[in-house]
C-alpha cells in the first residue's frame, strides 16, 4: 500500500492509446470488439449498473447504446485485460431529475434512468469517498467525466464561432469554418499547507461541511510557476508571506476538469487576514490538534477532509511527520 492509499481518482489503469485516435479505422475495430465497454455520463454523473457485487460502472456498448444516442462519444483507452473503454455523453433529456438537495459543497441530485430500475446515478464524490467502487473504476469515472464536461461546453469554436465537431478518437474539436483545432482542457490548482515549526495553517469555505478546515487552493494563473502560485494564494487568502514551496503529490479532481498539486510552503510570517470573499475563517493549528482533527476527536468536533482529498494527505504527512 503507498502513503496515499485512498486518494480519490489518481489510480488510472488505462492504455490510454493516444497513437489511435487518429486513426478512425482502428478506433472503429476497437468500437466492433465484443468485449468493448463503455463509461456512460448523464448530467455530469456517471450511470452505473446494480449487480450483486456492486455498482458496475463499464456497460457493454449495446446497453449504453439502448439509453439512446450519445452527444459525445470518446476513446479512454484499454484496460489490463485489453478490453477498450469509451466514454459515452447521454442527452439531458435521457434522464429525469427527480429531486435536487445539493449544498454547495456535495452533488445531491436524484437522477434517474426513465423505467430502468437496475441502473443507478452516483456523483462521483459519493462513489470515491464512500468506496463504492474500486479506486482504478473511480478514475475511469474521473477521465470520462472531465472529458465529456470539456466536450458538452466547447460545442462552438471560441474563434469564429462555428460549431464544431468531434476528432481524434472524441480528444479534440475541429471547426469546419476557420480550421481551428480546440483539445480538452485542465486547469491547474495549487494546494498547500503552510508550516511554521509545530504549527501549520488551515482554513474553511462557508459551503464546507460544519467544523472542517483544510489545506488553502486557488488556480495556478498565467505566467505563474507552482511556487509563485503557492506563494501568492496564501498570502491573498490569509496574509501569510511564504518561503520555500516543496511539492507533495498531485490528483485529478473532475469538478469538472483540475488537477490539483498539492505542496508544503514554509510560512516567513505568522499574523493571519482572513480574506473573507474567500474564506469563512483560517488559522494556526498545532500538530497534535491536526492528528486529533485526523483521529476524529477533536474536542470541538473539527475535522480534517476525508482521505479520497490531497488536503488529507498533506495534513497527515506533516503531522505524522513529527
Sequence with gaps: MTALEGLGYACDPLD??????????????????????AVVIARDMPV???????????????????????RVEALLG?????????????????????????????????????DRHDLELVDLRSLAAGGLVP????????????????HAR????????????????????????????????????????????????????PRFPKGMYSALAGFLEPGETIEQAVRREIMEEAG???????????????????LMIGCFVQATSRTVTVDHVELEDARWFSRDEALSMLEK???????????????????KAWAVSG
Excluded at 479506486?135 to 470539456?150: D, F, H, I, N
Design 78 to 114: 484499454r484496460l489490463p485485460d485489453g478490453a477498450p473503454v469509451f466514454a459515452a455523453l447521454l442527452a439531458d433529456d435521457a434522464v429525469v431529475e427527480q429531486s435536487d438537495a445539493s449544498d454547495g459543497f456535495l452533488d445531491r441530485r436524484v437522477l434517474v434512468v426513465p
Design 297 to 315: 476527536r477533536h474536542p470541538n468536533g473539527l475535522a480534517a477532509p476525508i482521505p479520497m482529498a490531497i488536503a488529507h494527505h498533506l495534513l
Design 154 to 205: 466547447r460545442s462552438f469554436c471560441s474563434n469564429c464561432g462555428a460549431r464544431t465537431e468531434v476528432g481524434a478518437g472524441g480528444w479534440r474539436r475541429e471547426c469546419p469554418a476557420c480550421k481551428m483545432q480546440h483539445f480538452p482542457r485542465t486547469d491547474p490548482v495549487v494546494i498547500m499547507l503552510a508550516t511554521d515549526g509545530d504549527a501549520c495553517l488551515l482554513g474553511r469555505q
Design 135 to 150: 479506486a482504478p473504476e473511480a478514475s475511469v469515472l474521473a477521465s470520462a467525466k472531465s472529458l465529456l464536461a470539456w
Design 16 to 37: 490510454r492509446g493516444g497513437y489511435l485516435r487518429e486513426d478512425a479505422a482502428a478506433v472503429a475495430r476497437l468500437r466492433a470488439r465484443p468485449d468493448a465497454r
Design 240 to 258: 501569510i508571506a511564504g518561503g520555500a514551496v516543496r511539492y507533495f503529490a498531485s490528483q485529478p479532481w473532475p469538478f469538472p476538469s483540475s
Design 48 to 70: 452505473l449498473r446494480k449487480g450483486a457485487a456492486g455498482l458496475e460502472p463499464f456497460l457493454p456498448l449495446t446497453d449504453a447504446e439502448a439509453l439512446g444516442p450519445a
